[in-house]
């Protein structure tokens, strides 16, 4: 009888025993399902924020490489015999190689295709304008983020700047640029097209 008890008094302690390890085991997958949806939300919201941050720092490399290849071409025209066809020879090759030393700016020098890396898959294409007058660098898939800064940081070393086909500075007008505006003509995502145009223009009164 006492042999009985003590077995039926082991089993029933038992039966608790695997009930509350099977609970625990249900209460960890209940748990590691919660973190992993936390998770989940998380990277939602935060790695746009995070893709926004990183194009943010790189627009002031960006805009020192563009504007350093700007003041050799200013150099370099200087000494063409006519200055209304001193770019007349611009061409997405010499761009490329120029730009090739870019830490920031991806440059290819067997295509010769340039990425500016403030926008997924955004390039950089160089070409002669106005007979040879000036030329542009365009800029298209650029990160809002991006967008107005960049401008704005060229501002003085570009004859013309224009955003999403709205005119942002002319020298020869003149439009003198204003942030405020950039800010306003830039479109949410990595929809902005940003072009800027340099050579020998006029700079009339008041123009800045």
């Keep these: 009888?006492?042999?009985?008890?003590?077995?039926?008094?082991?089993?029933?302690?038992?039966?608790?025993?695997?009930?509350?390890?099977?609970?625990?085991?249900?209460?960890?997958?209940?748990?590691?399902?919660?973190?992993?949806?936390?998770?989940?939300?998380?990277?939602?919201?935060?790695m746009p924020k995070i893709d926004s941050y990183l194009i943010d720092g790189k627009v002031p490399k960006v805009a020192e490489d563009l504007r350093r290849f700007m003041v050799r071409n200013r150099v370099n025209a200087s000494a063409a015999a006519d200055p209304n066809t001193a770019f007349a020879n611009a061409t997405q090759r010499s761009f490329a190689f120029a730009i090739s030393s870019s830490t920031t700016i991806s440059s290819n020098t067997t295509t010769y295709v340039v990425q500016h890396n403030l926008g997924s898959g955004g390039v950089v294409a160089y070409a002669a304008v106005d007979g040879g007058k000036g030329y542009t660098l365009t800029l298209d898939k650029v990160h809002q983020i991006a967008c107005a800064n960049l401008a704005g940081i060229l501002a003085r070393d570009a004859s013309k700047i224009s955003i999403n086909g709205q005119e942002q500075k002319n020298t020869e007008t003149p439009v003198n640029f204003s942030g405020t505006n950039a800010d306003a003509a830039c479109v949410d995502g990595e929809n902005n097209t940003v072009v800027f145009t340099a050579g020998n223009y006029e700079v009339n009164a008041g123009a800045r």
């Excluded at 082991?10 to 590691?32: C, D, M, N, V, W």
């Design 1 to 46: 009888m006492t042999s009985q008890l003590i077995t039926h008094g082991t089993g029933a302690s038992s039966f608790p025993s695997r009930r509350r390890r099977q609970l625990a085991k249900g209460l960890s997958a209940i748990e590691l399902s919660v973190v992993l949806a936390i998770i989940v939300i998380l990277a939602i919201y935060t």
